[in-house]
């Protein structure tokens, strides 16, 4: 599968290192704009998890740097980067088939650039796909050096090569420009890849081996939003809860995190993802003392059968799981918890299934994110036996879907009458006549009042449905 999936050593990189490439694609981009009367134009796709949309802002960031224009149009572009996800067949087929209609366009615009980064092209078995029956596809480029962005389009221009080469290198990459989507909320790495190999997921395979970014750096990226205006700022991880592993100092996660609370300002922290094996006691009294924390948590259960969270290889059972769990609800009651359940996993029992809804009663998350099992080519799951037939997965999936309605709006209703902090997103995407927003616990807020986007408000909650609250803006 992945050739370079046990590299350990991580290279320090910078922004810097691409100087030369960084001039020859100006250099490419202003010769376009005398010549066409207009700056070329780059359109990125993103695909997946919070990861790639911070990914994403970094590819155009640099695509900015160099010249280029950004775009909402893919038919528009003279540059699309389609940043991809793995995580599940779905995810993957999506992104083959959007790009092959991009076809039609490098045959419009035969200057067009296209090219895949994400995930997906950290895998052999897609790069030589897209090197084969993808002729208009210039170049991959995979998450561990996105940072050669501006090497991979130089050499693409000057020669006009076809680049498919896997993973180089691991790379820790300070300093890259970053176009960030929103005025007020805020994606910041903190660490990339992961370690674990939960049997089930691709993630380690194709990003390659955890590192962590240095406190400084990540202290500096927050306090810079912060002071931009910024009002809620994310954490990313694969897992947070494993930052700074290694270091000879100790410093982790609660470490970094109770340093970004001092940082004084009218914004929140979130952080996501925790792994429930390395989710601390520290870091609970961290948030449950932190100013600027919200008391939100994403702590993935995958499953509530012991015997198949073995076979996942995730490194807890129940009861760890609900230790932590118990502990987080005692310090700070408001906590809003969300979690990710994995459906159809290869040999889950009626038995074992059951066991996970017993445990949806049990743990009452306020909202989950729900997957059936999907086999990723070189994880072992895929190779176990006993995979479930798609009906009865898709029966599962619906039994937890109900399931998990009915405690949503359990867990909802008493907010009704009371009044929360809420930072408005602006006018409904859906209703032009609607506005809203979230709460510090990422519940969604819907109310009739117009309000800026990015500002705090008041908001006195009248109804609280399982999947959304709706109320009256007090201030
Ligand atoms: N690092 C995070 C999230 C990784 S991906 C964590 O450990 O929780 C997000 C979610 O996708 C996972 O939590 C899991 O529920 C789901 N997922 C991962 N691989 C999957 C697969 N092969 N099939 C179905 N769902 C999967
Ligand atoms: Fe995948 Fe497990 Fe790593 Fe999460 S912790 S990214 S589920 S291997
Ligand atoms: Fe997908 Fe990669 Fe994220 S596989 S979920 S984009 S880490």
Redesign the pocket.
Known sequence: MNENAMKTEVIPASAADMAPFIESVKAWTSDFALREGRAPRCHVLTFG?QQNEADSEKLLGMALQMGYEGTDDPANADLILVNTCA??EHAEKRALSIIGQFKHLKEQNPHLIIGVCGCMVAQEHRRSQLQKSYPYVSFVLCTSVLYRLPQYLAEVQARGKRLFKGEEELTVAEGLPIQRASGYRAYVSIMYG?N?F?S????PYVRGRERSREPADVIREVQELVEAGYKDITLLG??VNSYGKGRADGYDFADLLRELDRIPGDHMLHFM?S?PKDATKKLVDVMAAGKHIAHSFHL?L?SGSDEILRRMNRHYDRAQYLEILDYMREKMPDIAVTS???VGFPGESEADFEDTLAMLRRARFDMI?S??????KG?P?AEMPQQIPREVQNARFDRLLALQAEIAAEQNTPLTGTVQRVLCDGVSKKNSDIYNGRTPQNKIVFFEEPAPEGTWLSVRVDRAEAFALYGTVIK
């Open positions: 998890c995580i599940r992961c674990n939960c089930y997921c691709i993630v694969q897992n993802t792994h993935p995958q990710d359940i994995i994110f997957f059936i099992y999907s086999p990723r994880t799951a």
